[in-house]
């Protein structure tokens, strides 16, 4: 499932909710948690999905909005380039009771919008946000699961594997840069966790040759492919047209694309969306 791109001038603005920054938590040298409470999440809910997400917005440089803040009345008001620069995360866990939101950043030094925030973020930080949205969730009727993707995608693999019952049939492929990056997950008791390390490698390379050489057991399986959309375009093309998975049984997508930034992948996601689809999809039709 595809988060969707930002709102455009013109356009109704989705409401945006105040989050302040309880906690930080150093996870691996390159992944922060940042522990979010306050008020402003006393109607926020998440729980359908384990691919929840949330858009933080962050003021564009030089720029104070009014208070309250509003995010329709600064569309409305102020040229684009004023407006808050929106970052897509997934929720790594949405605790009700403590009313607690913890999102898990992967920060590449001084690189990124989102990552050099996280880093320098303190208890008292405040930072508006939208969301959540969403749309996966492991299918309890499926034989078995597959999950692969890369440290963008390893909270909401994270969070799939501890929805899954116990006695769940699951395979999950992470690809990190080492194996200093690699976290303790939760798995069911018939669950594979296998960490992949592309040391100084492209992104996604490896999880590309795990999935071609993972042996498919037998049954329906339920696939979650998410992460750089280079690699998961190639897994999702090895998925439809070598192990003939239906495409109801997938859910693929490209969170992050090399060499651009957010505001640049969202720009063109759709339309790159709809060339996979009828090359890959055209492919198949070509040879049944």
Same mark, same amino acid.
């Given at each position: 499932m595809a988060p969707p791109s930002p709102g455009r001038r013109g356009r109704g603005a989705p409401t945006a909710q105040r989050a302040r920054v309880l906690r930080v938590e150093r996870l691996t040298p390159h992944m922060i948690r940042v522990v979010f409470g306050g008020d402003g999440l006393s109607g926020f809910d998440a729980g359908e999905f384990s691919d929840h997400y949330v858009k933080l917005l962050f003021?564009?440089?030089?720029?104070?909005?009014?208070?309250?803040?509003?995010?329709?009345?600064?569309?409305?008001?102020?040229?684009?380039?004023?407006?808050?620069?929106?970052?897509?995360?997934?929720?790594?866990?949405?605790?009700?009771? %403590?009313?607690?939101?913890?999102? #898990?950043?992967?920060?590449?030094?001084? /690189?990124?919008? @989102?990552? $050099?925030?996280? =880093?320098? &973020?303190?208890?008292?930080?405040?930072?508006?946000?939208?969301?959540?949205?969403?749309?996966? %969730?492991?299918?309890?009727?499926? #034989?078995?699961?597959?999950?692969?993707? /890369?440290?963008? @995608?390893? $909270?909401?693999? =994270?969070? &799939?594997?501890?929805?899954?019952?116990?006695?769940?049939?699951?395979?999950?492929?992470?690809?990190?840069?080492?194996?200093?990056?690699?976290?303790?997950?939760?798995?069911?008791?018939?669950?594979?966790?296998?960490?992949?390390?592309?040391?100084?490698?492209?992104?996604?390379e490896e999880l590309v040759s795990a999935v071609r050489a993972f042996a498919f057991p037998a049954g329906r399986p339920h696939v979650f492919v998410h992460g750089e959309a280079g690699f998961v375009k190639e897994v999702r093309g090895l998925l439809r047209r070598e192990r003939n998975v239906p495409r109801e049984s997938l859910s693929v997508s490209g969170y992050w694309r090399a060499g651009q930034d957010e505001d640049g992948w969202q720009d063109s996601k759709r339309q790159w969306n709809r060339q996979v689809e009828a090359e890959q999809e055209g492919t198949l039709t070509e040879s049944a």
């Open positions: 003021p564009a440089p030089g720029v104070v909005y009014p208070e309250p803040f509003d995010l329709r009345r600064v569309r409305e008001e102020l040229p684009r380039e004023q407006w808050p620069r929106m970052r897509t995360y997934t929720v790594r866990r949405w605790d009700a009771g %403590a009313r607690e939101l913890s999102v #898990d950043f992967v920060v590449h030094g001084d /690189d990124g919008l @989102a990552g $050099p925030w996280a =880093a320098r &973020a303190k208890a008292g930080d405040e930072l508006h946000f939208v969301g959540p949205g969403g749309g996966y %969730a492991p299918d309890p009727a499926a #034989d078995w699961h597959l999950l692969a993707g /890369d440290e963008s @995608a390893l $909270p909401a693999i =994270a969070a &799939a594997l501890e929805r899954l019952p116990s006695h769940a049939e699951a395979y999950a492929f992470v690809e990190v840069a080492g194996p200093e990056e690699e976290l303790e997950l939760a798995c069911p008791e018939r669950g594979v966790i296998r960490w992949l390390h592309r040391g100084h490698g492209q992104v996604g």
